[in-house]
């Protein structure tokens, strides 16, 4: 029956829009401590039926009031209060993705002892001020690169006595992408390749334009080693910088692993040479089978670059 339930509960169709929880959303059972405080009202008004004690009875149909008392509040702690869903920023497999969730109500009433959660990952625990919005960033992991739906939520509380929990389980559309694991491995050698223009700071060959730090994909008769023979060890070694002529670029290219080498090895290795030459600025470009990406640079670039390395077929 529960899990019919279960199953009834999660095939509610999923959206983006905001969802309110209504009474027909949700559920409330008794918690542990509810049953072992329903057990012992028994067991004392078996004692005062045993020993004719009036005060005994009082004193249980008292404490029993509590029961219908406390599960009006814990359904009223959550019945009204909205959900409206946020973004998720793309993260790398193996970190952690935050889904962001507007919580909001009109009531001028706060609400205590919130717990909210993604099945199968932890808790989230929050107060929603009277007449308010706080916005809760939900832990997922991500195990995976490429598409990551937000799993069935889980709002509950168990506010104020803790002799009934009541729940809700909506449930959103939407996604985060994860990007493959990166695998740092030193950089391809970079190729010249003609370009149109005169731009300073391009690794050309024509005018000497300055120096800059050297990065592992640099060939070694760039180094400036009349500076390094100056600086000695202190400092580290610098590179000559061109303008016009010719422009270095970086192939990233599936076909230069191993042939065996595992798929997504290989896309951790691609994802982590994206990276590293974004970092050192270079002009880069990405193949894989039945994709290119001319090169470029820039965090557009880098973006479409991951979004494919992600969305690659296996």
């Given at each position: ?13 999923a959206?983006?829009?905001p969802?309110?929880l209504t ?14 405080f329903a ?14 004690l009036?005060l ?58 919130l ?16 007449a ?9 992991a ?20 803790g ?17 493959p ?22 690794g050309g ?5 300055g ?10 008769r ?31 290219d ?5 042939d065996?080498m595992?798929?997504?090895?290989r ?18 470009g990405?193949?894989l089978p ?14 479409r670059?991951?979004?494919?390395l992600?969305?690659?077929?296996p």
């Open positions: 029956m529960f899990t019919a339930l279960r199953s009834w509960r999660w095939r509610q169709p959206g983006t829009n969802i309110v009474r027909d959303r949700v559920y409330i059972l008794p918690t542990g401590a509810g049953v072992l057990v012992a009202l028994v067991l004392m008004l078996l004692g005062a039926i045993n020993y004719n009036a005994g009875h009082a004193l249980v149909f008292l404490l029993a009031g509590l029961g219908p008392v406390g599960m009006v509040h814990v359904y009223r702690n959550l019945a009204g209060i909205s959900i409206t869903p946020g973004r998720a920023e793309p993260v790398f497999a193996g970190e952690t993705a935050h889904f962001f969730l507007h919580l909001g109500q009109e009531r001028q009433e706060a609400r205590f002892g717990e909210i959660s993604a099945r199968g990952n932890p808790y989230v625990r929050c107060e929603l001020p009277a308010g919005q706080i916005s809760v960033a939900l832990p997922v991500a195990r995976r690169r490429g598409w990551l739906a937000l799993p069935v939520l889980n709002l509950a509380s168990r506010y104020p006595l002799f009934f929990r009541a729940w809700s389980t909506p449930r959103f559309a939407i996604e985060c992408l994860v990007y694991r990166p695998l740092m491995l030193p950089l391809p050698p970079a190729s010249p390749a003609p370009i149109s223009g005169t731009r300073h700071g391009d060959q024509e005018d000497f334009a120096l800059r730090l050297r990065q592992p994909a640099d060939s070694p760039h180094i400036a080693w009349k500076a390094a023979a100056r600086d000695g060890a202190e400092k580290p070694l610098l590179v000559k910088q061109f303008s016009g002529g010719a422009q270095n670029e970086l192939w990233l599936w076909r230069l692993l191993p065996e595992d798929t997504e090895t896309l951790s290795v691609l994802t982590g040479w994206v990276l590293a030459a974004d970092a050192a600025g270079s002009r880069y990405l193949s039945g994709v290119e990406i001319a090169p470029a640079e820039g965090t557009a670039h880098r973006q670059c991951l979004e494919n992600a969305l690659a077929s």
